[in-house]
Structure formats: structure tokens, C-alpha cells
């Protein structure tokens, strides 16, 4: 387990969720009150999804869409 000391952490590229309903609290907590910008897809489906929010700015959607074209195998 990591401690709040370690020199990676905050540095994360991706990180994984079990559930879209974890994965979405934690989203909008990042977004809402520590101002990060972010992009979030479903993988697991034959393609990958892009869900947006409607509180998403511009470059969260894009950047959101970017993630998905990069995920897909098609």
C-alpha cells in the first residue's frame, strides 16, 4: 500500500474503478473541488464508451474522446 509520502503519489495516468458508481463519485469530487482536468470511458464493452456529463467542459469531452479512440482496437 502507498502512503501519502510516497514520490509517486498524485502522479497517476489512469486510474481504475470497480463499479461506474465509484468511479463517478470520485470523478466529480476531483472536478468540483480540486479543479483537475480529467477523461473518463467505460471499458469492457466491445468498444469503449464515452458517457459525458453535462457539467463536462469542452476539453474534458474531448480529451474524454481522444481516451476511447486511443482504447479502441477497431
Same mark, same amino acid.
Given at each position: 500500500? &502507498?502512503?501519502?509520502?510516497?514520490?509517486? =503519489? #498524485? =502522479?497517476?495516468?489512469? @486510474?481504475?474503478?470497480?463499479?461506474?458508481?465509484?468511479?463517478?463519485?470520485?470523478? &466529480? +469530487?476531483? +472536478? @468540483?473541488?480540486?479543479?483537475?482536468?480529467?477523461? #473518463?470511458? !467505460?471499458? #469492457?464493452?466491445?468498444?469503449?464508451?464515452?458517457?459525458? /456529463?453535462?457539467?463536462?467542459? =469542452?476539453? +474534458? &469531452? !474531448?480529451?474524454? @474522446? !481522444?481516451?476511447?479512440?486511443?482504447? /479502441?482496437?477497431?
Amino acid at each position: 500500500m &502507498k502512503h501519502i509520502a510516497s514520490p509517486i =503519489a #498524485g =502522479a497517476a495516468d489512469a @486510474l481504475i474503478f470497480p463499479d461506474i458508481e465509484s468511479g463517478n463519485v470520485f470523478y &466529480k +469530487t476531483i +472536478t @468540483l473541488f480540486a479543479g483537475a482536468t480529467t477523461a #473518463g470511458m !467505460l471499458a #469492457g464493452a466491445r468498444v469503449p464508451v464515452v458517457v459525458p /456529463s453535462r457539467g463536462d467542459d =469542452a476539453p +474534458t &469531452k !474531448l480529451y474524454s @474522446l !481522444l481516451a476511447a479512440i486511443c482504447a /479502441s482496437t477497431v
